[in-house]
């Protein structure tokens, strides 16, 4: 079992940045691919950024790409996403998760067994 809590959202101006950070309980982290998802109102959860369990393979949606960074201190328990050039659109809450995706599938929110229960982001233009 994973438990994970997301922390670090809040209100920003456009351009503005923030850094997300999740802990996660367990001995296990380092076994995990973390994702990042996403949801706005009105729209489906989606990818956002993933990590192996390494933390030597890297993953993002082209919509952060250049934008955003994830990165995860094993010995801590944490995966953070730095976000930066924020824009209106980038809105919603975040999620944190973790998995063990086949190669290639860590973009799918099936490939994520545990979830935290979000934090918001909001963007002001």
């Known amino acids: 079992q994973v438990q994970l809590v997301e922390s670090g959202g809040g209100l920003v101006q456009a351009g503005g940045s923030l850094r997300l950070s999740c802990a996660a309980s367990g001995r296990t982290f380092s076994t995990y691919t973390m994702g990042w998802f996403r949801q706005a109102p009105g729209k489906e959860r989606e990818f956002v950024a993933a990590?192996?369990?390494?933390?030597?393979?890297?993953y993002y949606a082209d919509s952060v790409k250049g934008r955003f960074t994830i990165s995860r201190d094993n010995a801590k328990n944490t995966v953070d996403l730095q976000m930066n050039s924020l824009k209106p659109e980038d809105t919603a809450v975040y999620y944190c998760?973790?998995?063990?995706?086949?190669?290639?599938?860590?973009?799918?929110?099936?490939?994520?067994?545990?979830w935290g229960q979000g934090t918001q982001v909001t963007v002001s233009s």
């Open positions: 990590i192996r369990g390494s933390g030597s393979s890297s």
């Open positions: 998760a973790a998995g063990l995706p086949p190669y290639g599938v860590y973009a799918s929110r099936s490939s994520y067994k545990y």
